[in-house]
T-cell receptor, first 113, second 113 residues
Framework: ETGVTQSPTHLIKTRGQQVTLRCSSQ?????VSWYQQALGQGPQFIFQ???????GRGNFPPRFSGLQFPNYSSELNVNALELDDSALYLC????????????FGPGTRLLVL | DQQVKQNSPSLSVQEGRISILNCDYT??????FLWYKKYPAEGPTFLIS?????DKNEDGRFTVFLNKSAKHLSLHIVPSQPGDSAVYFC????????????FGTGTRLKVLA
């Protein structure tokens, strides 16, 4: 049981604000990836963290940043929010080197007005 | 550039019949594919995978077929059950041993009782 949790579940922000989303799990999986899923789209890879370092990034601007903590929990920070940032944000945990076993949290739905 | 495509946004099937969900890809370097299932308010959950060295992988009611020459894979669900109603995503890691998955846009399957 990996028990991936994300908080908050829903969030409303206004354009230009900053937001921090959180992800945690009960297990010791050492990678965490963040995805953005816009309405009607598949999840888009934002970045991945391994051993507290960013280990790969998708096509997202620097105002998307993250942290991974020693207890494997993670944060996604988004500065200068734009309307198009409205989406479901998913975190996924896994073990480095594995391709198959990636466990997703339920997501945080962000609405930017 | 959408490297993984699911051209059918939705599919309705009668309970007990076969559900066939399709996925096309453009990058011939992909060597591993996964299918995820997503229920509302939950994160995607891993369903089944296939390596490019195989053309078929079966797990219970779920079978994935891979046609490398056509760059096409399909997920068969037999027999379909109402609990299978969900959004199905195919995904591929562009680099082996990573979680930098590229997801398709998803197909919403509705199994009618």
């Amino acid at each position: 049981e990996t028990g991936v949790t994300q908080s908050p579940t829903h969030l409303i922000k206004t354009r230009g604000q900053q937001v921090t989303l959180r992800c945690s799990s009960q297990s010791g999986h050492n990678t965490v990836s963040w995805y953005q899923q816009a309405l009607g789209q598949g999840p888009q890879f934002i970045f991945q963290y391994y051993r507290e370092e960013e280990n790969g990034r998708g096509n997202f601007p620097p105002r998307f940043s993250g942290l991974q903590f020693p207890n494997y929990s993670s944060e996604l920070n988004v500065n200068a929010l734009e309307l198009d940032d409205s989406a479901l944000y998913l975190c996924a945990i896994g073990l480095a080197g594995g391709q198959e076993t990636q466990y997703f949290g339920p997501g945080t739905r962000l609405l930017v007005l | 550039d959408q490297q993984v495509k699911q051209n059918s946004p939705s599919l309705s099937v009668q309970e007990g019949r076969i559900s066939i969900l399709n996925c096309d890809y453009t990058n011939s370097m992909f060597d591993y594919f996964l299918w995820y299932k997503k229920y509302p308010a939950e994160g995607p959950t891993f369903l089944i995978s296939i390596s490019s060295i195989k053309d078929k992988n079966e797990d219970g009611r779920f079978t994935v077929f891979l046609n490398k020459s056509a760059k096409h894979l399909s997920l068969h669900i037999v027999p379909s059950q109402p609990g299978d109603s969900a959004v199905y995503f195919c995904a591929a890691p562009p680099t082996s041993g990573t979680y930098k998955y590229i997801f398709g846009t998803g197909t919403r399957l509705k199994v009618l009782a």
